[in-house]
């Protein structure tokens, strides 16, 4: 019995992708960059205000932690036509392998 893969929210990213995952496309990548920078720059700086001059470290601490988090996040997405084409990785290793012998 042949095991389907489950279409699920989030297939584009993680560990383990499906082969139904389609990706998101380089311009949609780039907005996701940009959005989770400016969230996670601005949690920064309230983690920051709260730490200095409200003192209130733990949930400044948070506030930080968060802010990276969020700032990391889109780098997991699988941007669409990325990968290598199969005609030329099968060339690219054709041409490693001659250069390798006349060495």
Do not use: C
């Not at 920078?37 to 506030?63: K, P, R, T």
């Not at 997991?76 to 990325?82: A, D, Q, T």
């Amino acid at each position: 019995m042949e095991e389907e893969d489950p279409v699920r929210f989030g297939a584009e990213f993680g560990p383990k992708r499906t082969e139904h995952s389609t990706g998101v496309s380089l311009n949609t990548f780039k907005t996701l960059v940009w959005v989770s920078n400016i969230g996670g720059l601005v949690l920064f700086a309230l983690g920051l205000e709260l730490i200095m001059v409200q003192q209130q470290f733990y949930l400044g601490l948070a506030a930080i932690v968060g802010g990276v988090a969020i700032a990391l996040f889109p780098s997991n997405y699988e941007i669409v036509g990325m990968e290598i084409p199969e005609d030329e990785s099968e060339s690219s290793q054709e041409n490693e392998n001659v250069n390798d012998s006349e060495d």
